[in-house]
């Protein structure tokens, strides 16, 4: 069993930037983080495997940074240049063997943060 929260979320205007942390009671190979807007699918944002591989979502390459600390436990997501249309909440991830953003199916789910952007 692998215990997981989040915290960092907020509210920011448009082209600001927030970090998400994600404190695990142990890192598994993969780890995600995944948001769920009001009315819409849960996706993937963001992986990283094992070794340090990383994949995004097309929406958020180039403003999003997923990393992770293994001597802390801990997994994090630096937003930046954030859009109105990341609005969402933020759920941190983590289990399962396929870690890229088509086929990561986490065993193990943070309860979420929410995350606000304003225009």
């Known amino acids: 069993q692998v215990q997981l929260v989040e915290s960092g979320g907020g509210s920011v205007q448009a082209g600001g930037s927030l970090r998400l942390s994600c404190a695990a009671s142990?890192?598994?190979?993969?780890l995600g983080w995944f948001r769920q807007a009001p009315g819409k699918e849960r996706e993937a944002v963001a992986t990283?495997?094992?070794?340090?591989?990383?994949t995004y979502a097309d929406s958020v390459k180039g403003r999003f940074t997923i990393s992770k600390d293994n001597a802390k436990n801990t997994l994090y997501l630096q937003m930046n240049s954030l859009k109105p249309e990341d609005t969402a909440m933020y759920y941190c991830a983590a289990g399962g063997f396929a870690c890229v953003i088509a086929t990561m199916v986490p065993n193990y789910w943070g309860q979420g943060t929410q995350v606000t952007v304003s225009s």
């Open positions: 990283i495997g094992g070794i340090g591989h990383t």
């Open positions: 142990k890192l598994t190979y993969c």
